[in-house]
């Protein structure tokens, strides 16, 4: 008589098999995990700041080179900005390629990284630019969350700073512009 399969498995098996599949990839699977998240979770959300950070550079950019009366006013602004990015830029031992592609730096004139353009007045584009700073510092401020401890801290930071960027690009500017 020819061997046929059971029609179905017994239970013995199922959990035998179970058990050997859990004890097989269990362990391994759980380091290999939490390495795989931690490392590129934080490389990833350094990626994106340094990303935002210099779109806003871009922003700051246009803004001088429509306005360039307002160039010496955001040159310490920007100056931070630029700070920050290279704070936030992934170490150069877990950066995967060559450093986040920094804004050209010509100075011409140009519609912002967002694709909108400069508002043609001053104060408006002031009020423009203390409205990016404002929406990245709460974009910060939301990734706090869910950041390793380190990047927390520096991103809290940043937040701090740029909600500060934005209070200076709306108050009155007194004898500096």
Do not use: F, Q
Not at 40 to 60: A, C, G, I, K, W
């Amino acid at each position: 008589m020819p061997w046929t399969l059971p029609s179905r498995p017994s239970r013995r098996s199922l959990l035998a098999g179970a058990a050997g599949a859990a004890l097989l990839t269990g362990c391994s699977i759980d380091r290999a995990t939490d390495a795989a998240l931690t490392i590129p979770l934080e490389r990833r959300m350094r990626e994106t700041s340094v990303r935002d950070s210099t779109r806003l550079l871009e922003r700051y950019d246009a803004t001088a080179a429509a306005h360039p009366a307002l160039a010496t006013r955001l040159a310490p602004l920007r100056a931070a900005v630029a700070a920050h990015a290279a704070a936030l830029s992934p170490t150069p031992a877990d950066r995967p390629s060559p450093a986040p592609s920094r804004s050209g730096g010509t100075g011409a004139a140009a519609p912002a990284a967002s694709g909108e353009p400069v508002p043609p007045k001053p104060e408006e584009a002031l009020t423009a630019l203390a409205d990016a700073e404002r929406s990245l510092s709460e974009s910060r401020t939301i990734d706090l969350a869910g950041a390793p401890a380190e990047l927390a801290r520096l991103l809290a930071s940043v937040a701090a700073c740029g909600a500060v960027h934005a209070y200076l690009l709306t108050s009155n500017p007194g004898a500096t512009s």
